[in-house]
């Protein structure tokens, strides 16, 4: 996997060389800090953020929609989730299963894929269920053909580069065909899509 990692602490409870220890299997090497982070565009970058609340995250200094991330906390609240995937979160584990999940948060969120435990995504899809987004019959009427194939590849969790080359789309042609979809569903992230498809999984 061979990733460079940005570790931002707000939690002074975390155990962070436990986290060190599990990460030397991935063979990671550490930024010093943000700054080096957000300077440097070689390599693949994963930045890691640990806090105890939502805020402490969405008010960094930095678009999480640019960077491949994962966020670790102790707050499980189903608006507070919502308004990280908005914001761009890629990975979400909570703080007492680290040890658990982040061999498969990681293998996921390398393939280009969104992570977050099972019983999390329920909570979460129920919150994005009452936020009044469309149903399946509303996405067909709103999405053309192409886009609507492309959701439903997406809810059964394929990822970018496998729903390119099956549907033979170049990357920009892909990029303009999710912007639209983000439009039309007014919707801001590729993860917020992916609930939404979620929400609706027997689209056909």
Same mark, same amino acid.
């Given at each position: 996997?061979?990733?460079?990692?940005?570790?931002?602490?707000?939690?002074?409870?975390?155990?962070?060389?436990?986290?060190?220890? /599990?990460?030397?299997?991935?063979?990671?090497?550490?930024?010093?800090?943000?700054?080096?982070?957000?300077?440097?565009?070689?390599?693949?970058?994963?930045?890691? *953020?640990?806090?105890?609340?939502?805020?402490?995250?969405?008010?960094?200094?930095?678009?999480?929609?640019?960077?491949?991330? *994962?966020?670790?906390?102790?707050?499980?609240?189903?608006?507070?989730?919502?308004?990280?995937?908005?914001?761009?979160?890629?990975?979400?584990?909570? !703080?007492?299963?680290? !040890?658990?999940?982040?061999?498969?948060?990681?293998?996921?969120?390398?393939?280009?894929?969104?992570?977050?435990s099972a019983d999390l995504m329920s909570k979460v899809i129920s919150f994005f269920q009452k936020?009044?987004?469309?149903?399946?019959?509303?996405l067909k009427s709103l999405l053309n053909e192409c886009e609507y194939e492309i959701i439903k /590849?997406?809810?059964?969790?394929?990822?970018?580069?496998?729903?390119?080359?099956? /549907?033979?789309?170049?990357?920009?042609?892909?990029?303009?065909? *999710?912007?639209?979809?983000?439009?039309?569903?007014?919707?801001?992230?590729?993860?917020?899509?992916?609930?939404?498809? /979620?929400?609706?999984?027997?689209?056909?």
């Amino acid at each position: 996997m061979k990733y460079k990692i940005c570790l931002i602490n707000f939690d002074p409870e975390f155990d962070l060389n436990k986290l060190l220890f /599990l990460l030397k299997n991935f063979q990671v090497e550490q930024y010093q800090d943000l700054s080096d982070f957000v300077n440097t565009e070689q390599g693949k970058r994963l930045l890691i *953020l640990i806090g105890t609340d939502e805020n402490q995250i969405l008010n960094l200094p930095i678009d999480l929609k640019k960077y491949k991330n *994962l966020i670790i906390s102790r707050f499980t609240e189903s608006k507070n989730l919502y308004n990280l995937i908005l914001a761009g979160c890629n990975g979400f584990i909570q !703080t007492e299963k680290v !040890t658990e999940d982040l061999n498969a948060a990681l293998k996921i969120l390398d393939q280009g894929l969104f992570f977050i435990s099972a019983d999390l995504m329920s909570k979460v899809i129920s919150f994005f269920q009452k936020s009044r987004h469309p149903d399946k019959e509303r996405l067909k009427s709103l999405l053309n053909e192409c886009e609507y194939e492309i959701i439903k /590849l997406i809810a059964q969790g394929k990822s970018d580069s496998e729903i390119r080359q099956y /549907l033979n789309l170049s990357r920009i042609t892909y990029a303009e065909f *999710l912007d639209n979809i983000k439009s039309k569903l007014n919707v801001k992230s590729r993860s917020e899509i992916a609930i939404l498809s /979620l929400q609706n999984n027997n689209l056909d």
